[in-house]
């Protein structure tokens, strides 16, 4: 890459749309926290004005139910293949994905590492290794 355009520029669609992230046999379908989904900021603002103003303490609990709410509302878009313990299908809906983020925090921080990155919104052909 030859210049910061070509290092930093990112697919806005994607940014604001969505993009498939592939774990192991799932694919989750995820917009950017942040960059062109102006959607995610307003909702996280919103959101933490409201929690602020009902609780005078805010533990961390409180802090992973709203950033999940906050992904739900925002940044995942929908998924293919994801299944609970038993091999059920689960279907994609807010309420099963504020779950599975509250379930799985440790896919919950990939996740929040992986649509917070830039370069996960990168057009292919602008990506070097």
Sequence with gaps: MTNLYEMYSTNKEAEKNGTPLVYGPVT???????GSNREYASCLAEKTKLLH???????AEDADQLLAEVYAETIIVGWDNLTNKAGEVIEYNKTNCIKLLLDLPDFATKLQYHVQNFKTFQVEDDIKN
Excluded at 53 to 59: C, G, L, Q, V
């Design 53 to 59: 103003t009902t609780k005078t303490e805010i533990t």
């Design 28 to 34: 989750i379908y995820a917009k950017r926290a942040g």
